[in-house]
């Protein structure tokens, strides 16, 4: 269902069951899966796929080309999983050369009003980002992540699967799987333990044991002695596994510096 207000350019490819509202655009290289809902006024272009089942809310636009002055037009894109869905105002870049060519958005995602997917960013599924969320460039989110209203994310930046970034803060470094970061420069205050209750199913004896690899991970000068001691002391367990896997491959922007009081030691410091 094509309302004729809006304007499809040959060459796109819309599935069945699609609808789309008055004063949609969508580009010559665009993809809509079956059931995917434009209710008003959204563009998309670039090479856009949209995932089975997504809903595409007014006036936000996918695709477009992304705010990098290296950008020279090569035909980048994005992909957005089934079921997500975009809000109001909302804008998700396409990606660049400097990465593979696509910024990708998971399934069962939830991209709130106004919030900025910045090109070649990766995100997993069941990302929340709420509104006015900003991701710079290249920046990855894990699955299930939850990123409060306003926080802004410095380009290259890594989130965990199932990371809470509190409301206005400011991520500059990267956030452990299950870390909860908050703060103008935002520092780790502990762990998303209501996530890791409902989805993971741990006992409260099961997320202590995470909280205290977590606290002995941060409690020397070298990180890599301690996650030698870390996985010594934590054998078999997946959680603490995963913590440490995302630790070793922290990249150039290091970890999330712990946040309270003697404890505020910085693990990349050494």
């Keep these: 269902m094509v309302s004729p207000a809006a304007f499809v350019a040959p060459g796109a490819a819309v599935a069945a069951g699609c609808r789309i509202g008055p004063g949609c655009v969508v580009g010559p290289d665009c993809v809509l899966e079956e059931g995917v809902e434009l209710i008003a006024h959204v563009v998309l272009d670039g090479r856009t796929r949209i995932g089975a089942g997504a809903r595409i809310f007014p006036f936000a636009t996918i695709g477009m080309a992304p705010q990098d002055l ?93 990371a809470l970034v509190t409301g206005m803060s400011g991520v500059e470094r990267n956030v452990l799987p299950f870390g909860r970061v908050k703060g103008y420069r935002a520092k780790l205050h502990g762990l998303n333990t209501i996530a890791m209750r409902r989805r993971l199913g741990l006992s409260k004896e099961g997320v202590m044991t995470v909280a205290r690899a977590v606290h002995e991970l941060y409690r020397g ?50």
Excluded: W
Aim: proline share 3%.
């Design 70 to 162: 290296k950008y020279k037009g090569e035909p980048t894109g994005v992909i957005v999983g089934a079921r997500t869905m975009v809000r109001e105002h909302a804008t998700i870049h396409r990606g660049s050369v400097g990465g593979d060519g696509f910024t990708r958005v998971g399934s069962d995602c939830l991209i709130m009003c106004v919030a900025h997917v910045g090109h070649d960013c990766q995100l997993g599924n069941g990302v929340i980002l709420v509104n006015n969320v900003m991701l710079a460039g290249h920046v990855e989110i894990g699955d299930f992540a939850f990123i409060q209203g306003g926080a802004a994310v410095q380009q290259f930046v890594r989130i965990g699967r199932m």
């Design 221 to 270: 000068r070298n990180l890599e002695e301690q996650i030698a001691a870390v996985e010594a002391a934590h054998p078999g367990n997946p959680h603490v596994a995963e913590i440490l896997a995302f630790a070793r491959d922290r990249g150039r922007h290091g970890l999330c510096p712990f946040g309270r009081g003697a404890e505020d030691e910085d693990p990349d410091a050494a």
